[in-house]
């Protein structure tokens, strides 16, 4: 069965820093999504991305985040300048093209800035 | 706004027992509801939709547009049903987003 895979499982990066965060959804998948869970807290809706363009935004999303499908296959979202409260569970998600369908999900990215 | 409430962050049961994990939801339209279960170190992965009314894996769930309500319930748990459980809702808007509730952990004991 398709699933949907990321990379790195963990990244440990310095304050400042830009990081990529990498996922690879179901093929023939065309709707994609980054959610994000702190430590103890919900999972939150970042962004959602669909024929080349950002459909949605959270007021989390702000100009530091970037999301970008390069080569048809990945889907990625880039922090440019980390914070320490950007240390979190980065989750990315694929829903296929019927109505509003059923999202899967990556099994992470555990992000932690020092 | 759209919201989903868990009022349970823990459930504790015996095998054999019934459980029910609350959710409740506030959204103005028409919401779809899921949902979804996370095993110890594993991904997020769907349980139940509210429109497809299916059985699975014994745990069912009825959605309530009068309480706004989407209650997860199982009459017997198993062992194997530990896990962490999260209610979600997914509106109407383009990028169909999901609402997650805080989550139940749900721990059945021998």
């Known amino acids: 069965e398709p699933e949907v895979t990321q990379t790195p499982s963990h990244q440990v990066t310095q304050m400042g820093q830009e990081v990529i965060l990498r996922c690879v959804p179901i093929?023939?998948?065309?709707?994609f999504y980054w959610y994000r869970q702190i430590l103890g807290q919900k999972v939150e809706f970042l962004v959602s991305f669909y024929n080349n363009e950002i459909s949605e935004k959270s007021e989390i999303f702000d100009d530091q985040f970037s999301v970008e499908r390069p080569d048809g296959s990945n889907f990625t979202l880039k922090i440019r300048s980390t914070k320490l409260e950007d240390s979190a569970m980065y989750f990315c998600?694929?829903?296929?093209?019927?109505?509003?369908?059923?999202?899967?999900f990556g099994p992470g990215t555990r992000l932690l800035v020092l | 706004a759209q919201r989903v409430t868990q009022p349970e962050k823990l459930l504790s049961v015996f095998k054999g027992a019934p459980v029910e994990l609350k959710c409740n939801y506030s959204y103005s339209g028409s919401p779809e509801l899921f949902w979804y279960v996370q095993y110890s170190r594993q991904r997020l992965q769907l349980l139940l939709r509210h429109i497809s009314r299916e059985s699975i894996k014994g745990f069912t769930a009825d959605l309530n547009k009068g309480e706004t309500s989407f209650h997860l319930k199982k009459p017997f748990a198993q062992e194997e049903d530990s896990a962490m459980y999260y209610c979600a809702l997914s509106g109407e808007a383009a990028g169909n987003k999901l609402t997650f509730g805080g989550g139940t952990r749900v721990l059945v004991k021998p």
């Open positions: 998600a694929s829903r296929g093209t019927s109505g509003r369908g059923t999202q899967y």
């Open positions: 093929s023939n998948h065309l709707y």
